[in-house]
């Protein structure tokens, strides 16, 4: 690549960095500006709006029921996924292809889509709109990513690891808690966050099968439609601030971890 | 138990991979206190048989006995059987002596017991000053030890031990060599080494077991396998060799009389005597052949040309042209002097019928 084409995919790319994030950048100043008013120009500067955010019980029972939710959804989808990589990673069996399309195909269904079938499925089954539908639904949308995470992982261990586990005396099932699960630790963990994160941020299935109480997004949302206040730039912020943050820091974890089991 | 009962006995073992046959009716004792190695290329048996012994496979039919008990059914926790995996399958989570101690917990031992046994075996092995590295951060010679410090630790009956030199440069495997025949030595365990380095098998073991195509070739010691190999494929497969072929003559009292492009050669059958008038192959080692000025008195001589020499350094391998037998040609070895005074002046070479075998198809 000569000098010239260089320059030009670089500012190609700055181009397209600055096309991402100045949406988001508009959206944190709008948080710390002094007016009730989103737009520009900003003649003064407050915090308030954040304290307001901690003052606001509603935004903060909010934030504990979104974190409830992705935890215990995320304790599922990765039970389930787990589950589902270790009995078809490395086995040939009659229906293997149908149930790996089945565990994959709820993270293909477009979300209006799915959201539209669980209300209908939840109400069929008669259970009650609220945490336990959301919980469900998000478990399962969520279980393909820990599946096909957790079964990559799983094809790359040795099959000698386990048989020197057995020859010492271990049964299957203490092979696997003892051998197969911390090697698989990176994995799950890396796959939790995402589904921790996916969680927090789903909308379109929250609202769907929600009850009275809202969740983060369905809040912003329903804050939205009685009008744009920079407290919602507050919220959206530290969403954004925490997310990240926690996503990157995952990153590094598990791939300091894949590192350290290397032999 | 006393002694003499072997340690391990296969009866009839064969075992099937589809329309593959793996191990083809193998019938086998090993004793106590051996170092029996099976030898023989890639899909002879050799690795089949050792994951038999470990519970790793099921034979299609036949029963393996441990100790005076049948564990053909027996699942490999069961067994008083430990291996050391070609990879060494260390567990990469765990420090040296958190794998040494698995075997040790999963028994049952208390913790004063584990730390003892750690100690010992880790002093044995010399490997206290590793105890708390991960098996990332050790060498191949290290993580070897360490597969066989967790191997030895549960003080197996029967040692398995699946090709673990291979991965060692070959400057480091000589050396691992003579330490595994060491330690097996004092710790009179008997030890099941499976390779298809036949140096290694010579090397090492006691007993060698020649596996070729799923049945044993040639079960003897290092020496009667070297020197009095029963068929072909021992003959080729172990070392360098002169490869004559013949027709039977007949038997004179031990010897084989064979004939060899009108020469009369005797040489001995450990795989049988052949019918007379057969074709026949034997085998005759280079360092068999004894260079003579004049017609010697050993039971077979020949007198030829030399054609070729090859400097080996401590010795030297001379290609004979012998016209006698329709230009035939032997290859020896002398040492490096001897080889250089042969000039164009025909040599005779002379060996005894103990040297050469006639080998079995």
Not at chain 1, 34 to 39: R, T, V
Not at chain 1, 152 to 166: D, F, G, N
Not at chain 1, 222 to 249: D, Y
Not at chain 2, 16 to 36: P, S
Request: proline share 5%.
């Amino acid at each position: 690549m000569n000098r010239r084409n260089r320059i030009v995919l670089s500012c190609v790319y700055w181009a397209f960095v600055l096309y991402v994030f100045v949406p988001l950048i508009l959206m944190i100043l709008m948080g710390f500006k002094d007016s009730k008013f989103i737009g520009f120009p900003i003649r003064s500067w407050t915090l308030d709006w954040y304290t307001g955010v901690f003052e606001d019980a509603e935004v903060l029972a909010t934030l504990g029921y979104s974190t409830a939710i992705a935890v215990l959804s995320t304790i599922v989808a990765v039970a389930v996924g787990t589950w589902i990589a270790v009995l078809l990673e490395g086995r040939k069996f009659i229906g293997r292809t149908a149930i790996f399309g089945l565990t994959v195909l709820p993270a293909l269904v477009p979300g209006i889509i799915s959201a539209i079938a669980f209300r209908i499925y939840a109400r069929w089954l008669g259970i009650e709109p609220g945490m336990g539908a959301i919980i469900w639904a998000h478990a399962v949308h969520n279980v393909p990513f820990v599946a096909l995470v957790v079964m990559a992982r799983l094809s790359t261990l040795p099959k000698s690891q386990i048989e020197a586990a057995r020859d010492l005396g271990a049964d299957p099932i203490v092979a696997f808690l003892r051998i197969t699960l911390p090697y698989l630790m990176p994995a799950i963990l890396g796959s939790s966050i995402f589904c921790l994160l996916l969680s927090f941020d789903d909308f379109v299935r929250s609202f769907f099968l929600g009850g009275y109480d809202p969740t983060l997004p369905v809040l912003i949302f329903a804050k939205l439609k009685s009008g744009m206040s920079p407290e919602i730039n507050a919220i959206a912020t530290i969403a954004l601030v925490v997310t990240a943050a926690i996503g990157i820091w995952a990153e590094r974890f598990t791939r300091r971890l894949n590192k350290d089991t290397q032999a | 138990m006393n002694d003499d009962t072997p340690l391990v006995r296969l009866k009839g073992v064969t075992k099937k991979f589809g329309d593959m046959t793996a191990l083809d009716n193998l019938t086998l004792d090993i004793a106590r206190g051996e170092f029996v190695t099976f030898l023989g290329p890639s899909g002879c048996g050799k690795s089949t048989t050792l994951r038999i012994l470990g519970g790793f496979e099921r034979p299609t039919s036949g029963s393996v006995i441990l100790n005076g008990e049948d564990v053909t059914l027996q699942p490999p926790e069961k067994r008083q059987v430990n291996m050391v995996f070609q990879d060494y399958a260390l567990f990469p989570h765990m420090t040296v002596r958190q794998n040494i101690s698995f075997g040790l917990e999963l028994k049952g031992m208390d913790k004063k017991s584990i730390r003892q046994r750690q100690d010992e075996i880790m002093s044995f092995l010399e490997l206290d000053t590793y105890g708390d590295r991960y098996p990332a951060q050790l060498s191949g010679g290290q993580r070897q030890r360490v597969a066989l410090a967790r191997a030895l630790a549960p003080d197996p009956a029967l040692l398995l031990l699946d090709e673990p030199l291979g991965a060692l440069d070959a400057k480091l495997r000589g050396q691992v060599q003579q330490e595994l025949k060491s330690i097996q030595r004092r710790t009179n365990k008997t030890f099941f080494f499976v390779t298809h380095d036949q140096e290694e098998a010579l090397t090492m073991s006691d007993r060698v077991v020649v596996m070729n195509k799923g049945r044993v070739e040639q079960d003897g010691t290092p020496e009667e396998l070297y020197f009095h190999p029963a068929s072909r494929f021992v003959a080729e497969f172990i070392g360098e060799t002169n490869l004559l072929s013949g027709k039977m003559r007949g038997l004179e009292g031990d010897a084989v009389v064979m004939d060899w492009f009108g020469q009369t050669l005797r040489g001995h059958a450990p795989g049988g005597a052949p019918r007379t008038g057969d074709d026949i192959t034997a085998s005759l080692r280079l360092e068999k052949l004894r260079f003579h000025k004049a017609r010697p008195d050993s039971c077979n001589a020949v007198q030829g040309r030399v054609v070729g020499k090859t400097f080996l350094g401590s010795r030297m391998a001379v290609d004979l042209m012998i016209d006698e037998a329709a230009g035939a040609s032997l290859r020896a070895f002398v040492d490096a002097e001897t080889g250089q005074s042969f000039g164009a002046d025909p040599v005779w070479v002379g060996w005894s019928s103990d040297a050469m075998a006639v080998l079995r198809d």
